[in-house]
């Protein structure tokens, strides 16, 4: 029997997992001991990869739609040829801007630079990716405080720090090994700040919960009251700091007599909060998705990250203002998809890094897109204005995903070519689209992540592909050599050279990984970036900001700040309860494609859309358990869901998961003004009973 170790591919934490392989079958998946990461644990989903395609095996030739509505399916080089004449058609017809791509957060580096090098370099077209919906609110908030998109920690941190303070992030469901992490630490407090009384929240020591997207405020009031209070780190404010000064004289217009009601919260409970922050000695600040998903989530994000600042809470064992990752290659989609950075990080307009970027990648400089991707939003809202005409979408699923999703809906009937690169071709996104590429899963691709501690490690093909099966790096390969792209067909042959290109692009950069062959990273304990050449073999844990020195031109951080907007989201009398979304169980993954292959969830999970309620609410609207109620939305749409009476919703407050296709209907198209991140956490809504 084999063993081959390889990383789970779901969530950030990229686990790693030991298979053991027989005949090409998965025997078992046993969680890696000694990995730094997982130490022998994992979720049930980790250990379940070799439940992937059990059920639905698909067809592994790619599918054309034809004109009368049909479908036939054609050989590899067919549908690689059809792909390339039907896009430069299109660009030919209607220009670059007439074609996009959408992916994902869940491919592998090589993957990103392959596909980012041929859509972006090659075809000028725009592709933004499901990361939009998910980091890049800490994306703009990390390079604006700390001068590169560098979140800082290290996992262990969980384990050093006394004080745990968890704000829109619920990790005993959607990170469960981090929340593993929080359990072997003995010493400590749980602090959770979320509107619901969260799975995190039952766990915690003390639960704030606020009202939805007062948390600006809660945290400039916090501000002030650690100011007014004098409970500061001065030294490393002024020797590792810049604008402290017009911060502290902002946030005086936030006393917490003044912002207690906003946030739904007594004064005495957020001074509570700031003594527990001011007695903690290495305090860490955790947030996901309840921050990034908000309309004013960037500023939100800075937020935390100044009270890490002023508190001198950044660098040291057990500290951070920490950004956690959503999906199992977000940061290296952040770096390496050639999207809103250069590869490897850097502006499109900076000369100096173009020329690096151009002598790695052995391309003329004039070669490289000279500019940011329009970002996803755009992107949706200039196919349905008739401006884009082809979209190739990889690895995820929009038309359940995005927000307003019936504005994706439109945009796929106005389309006159959807490619999608899934690997189950009957997707919301993938069952109608007119040439659907099926990929196989990751059990069978190799190719590195990087996850949420800036850990890259190594994805190995447990099993071999079969006949006719073709990875996604395959298919990009395929593609660009169909459309005639001689450098990728001469020098991106495998993962390993685009591995090489990526590296090479890092070179002198925060995020610099000259240091690691691509083979080091097999049956490894992965590597952090960065590790220059040079670097020495790395110890198992590093951390960032050690020295107080951040990635600004005077290697200072920010203190960023902006008055508390208007909430673009507002309850009325026709429109009264707030609906939150997000992760309703460890054992669904996003859009339950994959998830639904795995049989104890399927089982246990429901089959319809649901609303967590709360019981008096239920009572007050005659609902009861398990009814069929109906939800309406502002954005003028409704659909049905049973309701799950809860007491862990707030009276006035509707949960529900995003694992359901009826979700992301009720979504407003509201974004954060710096990061274009949807505001998928607060919807005002109405609710009756459907009889
Ligand atoms: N099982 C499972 N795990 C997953 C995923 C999955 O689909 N399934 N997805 C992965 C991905 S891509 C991501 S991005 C992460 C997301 O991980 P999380 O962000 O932890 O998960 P969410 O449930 O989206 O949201 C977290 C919390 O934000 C709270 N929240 C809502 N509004 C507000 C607010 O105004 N203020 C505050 N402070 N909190 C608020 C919600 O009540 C919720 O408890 O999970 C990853 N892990
Ligand atoms: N209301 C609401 N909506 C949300 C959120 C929320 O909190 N609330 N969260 C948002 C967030 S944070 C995220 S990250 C998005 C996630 O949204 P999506 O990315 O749309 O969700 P997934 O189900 O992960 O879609 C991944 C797709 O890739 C396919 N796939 C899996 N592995 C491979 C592979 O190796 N190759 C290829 N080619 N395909 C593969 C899967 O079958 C699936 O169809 O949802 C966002 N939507
Ligand atoms: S915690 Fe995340 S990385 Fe680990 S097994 Fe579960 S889904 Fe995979
Ligand atoms: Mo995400």
Same mark, same amino acid.
């Given at each position: ?270 001074? +509570?909060?700031?003594? @527990? /922050? ?12 309840? %921050? #990034?998903? =908000? ?68 391309? +003329?400089?004039?070669? @490289? /897109? ?12 200039? %196919? #349905?204005? =008739? ?87 395959? %298919?990009?390969? =395929? ?213």
């Amino acid at each position: 029997m084999k063993k081959i170790q390889s990383s789970c591919n779901y969530c950030a934490i990229d686990c790693n997992l030991d298979f053991y392989v027989e005949d090409n079958q998965i025997v078992k998946v046993v969680p890696t001991k000694g990995y730094p990461v997982n130490n022998g644990f994992s979720c049930i989903k980790g250990i379940s990869l070799d439940k992937q395609h059990s059920l639905f095996k698909p067809n592994p030739l790619p599918r054309l739609k034809q004109a009368d509505g049909t479908f036939r399916h054609v050989s590899w080089e067919e549908g690689y040829q059809e792909v390339a004449t039907r896009l430069l058609d299109i660009k030919e017809k209607y220009g670059n801007d007439s074609v996009a791509g959408l992916s994902t957060g869940q491919m592998t580096l090589e993957e990103f630079g392959i596909f980012g090098h041929m859509m972006r370099n090659h075809l000028k077209a725009n592709m933004d990716g499901n990361t939009r919906l998910c980091m890049a609110t800490s994306v703009v908030a990390h390079k604006q405080s700390f001068g590169f998109d560098a979140p800082g920690y290290t996992l262990q941190d969980l384990e050093l720090s006394d004080t745990i303070i968890f704000i829109g992030a619920n990790p005993v469901v959607a990170h469960p090994i981090l929340w593993k992490r929080v359990r072997n630490n003995k010493d400590k407090k749980v602090i959770v700040i979320d509107p619901r009384r969260s799975e995190t929240a039952k766990n915690a020591d003390y639960w704030y919960g606020i009202r939805h997207r007062s948390d600006l405020a809660l945290l400039y009031g916090i501000a002030n009251e650690l100011i007014q209070k004098d409970y500061l780190d001065h030294v490393f404010i002024k020797e590792h700091t810049n604008h402290f000064e017009e911060f502290k004289d902002f946030v005086k217009d936030y006393p917490i007599e003044k912002i207690a009601p906003i946030c739904g919260l007594e004064v005495e409970k957020i001074q +509570e909060l700031v003594e @527990l /922050i001011h007695s903690g000695k290495r305090v860490s600040f955790w947030w996901t998705m309840g %921050i #990034n998903q =908000g309309y004013e989530a960037v500023r939100s994000a800075q937020a935390i990250i100044n009270l890490a600042l002023m508190t001198g809470n950044i660098g040291r064992p057990g500290t951070g203002a920490n950004s956690i990752t959503g999906q199992s290659n977000a940061m290296g989609s952040r770096l390496f998809s050639n999207t809103t950075g250069l590869f490897g990080g850097g502006d499109f307009d900076n000369p100096v890094r173009r020329q690096q970027v151009a002598k790695a990648l052995e391309v +003329e400089e004039s070669l @490289l /897109i000279d500019k940011p991707t329009i970002p996803y939003n755009q992107i949706i809202e200039n %196919i #349905n204005a =008739g401006k884009i005409k082809a979209l190739w979408v990889v690895c995820t699923n929009p038309r359940h995903s995005w927000i307003n999703n019936d504005t994706f809906k439109e945009a796929m009937e106005k389309l006159e070519l959807l490619i999608v690169q899934d690997i189950y071709g009957d997707t919301d996104t993938s069952k109608e689209c007119h040439i659907y590429l099926p990929a196989v899963p990751g059990v069978k691709k190799e190719g590195t992540v990087i996850n949420l501690e800036r850990r890259l490690s190594a994805v190995r093909p447990a099993i071999e592909k079969e006949e006719n099966e073709r990875t996604d790096y395959e %298919i990009f390969y =395929g593609v660009a050599k169909a459309l005639g792209l001689k450098d990728i067909e001469e020098k991106w042959k495998t993962p390993k050279d685009a591995f090489t290109f990526m590296r090479a692009c890092t070179k002198g950069m925060p995020c610099d990984i000259t240091g690691i062959e691509y083979e080091d990273l097999a049956h490894s304990k992965g590597i952090q970036w960065p590790f220059p050449k040079g670097a020495g073999k790395g110890e198992d844990q590093r951390r960032l900001y050690e020295d107080g020195n951040f990635f600004t031109a005077d290697k200072k951080a920010n203190f960023v700040f902006e008055a508390v907007r208007e909430n673009p989201v507002k309850l009325t009398e026709e429109y009264p309860y707030v609906l939150n979304t997000g992760r309703g169980s460890v054992g669904q993954w996003h859009t339950q494609t994959r998830t639904r292959e795995i049989k104890v969830v399927a089982d246990s999970c429901s089959k319809e859309a649901y609303v967590n309620i709360h019981p008096n609410l239920a009572k007050e609207k005659g609902i009861e358990h398990h009814d069929r109620i109906k939800v309406s939305s502002s954005n003028g749409q409704s659909a049905i869901f049973i309701a799950q009476l809860s007491e862990f919703v707030g009276e006035h407050e509707l949960f529900a998961p995003l694992h359901y296709i009826e979700c992301n209907l009720l979504t407003p198209s509201i974004y954060d003004a710096y990061s274009k991140e949807p505001s998928y956490k607060m919807v005002a809504v109405n609710i009756e009973l459907v009889k």
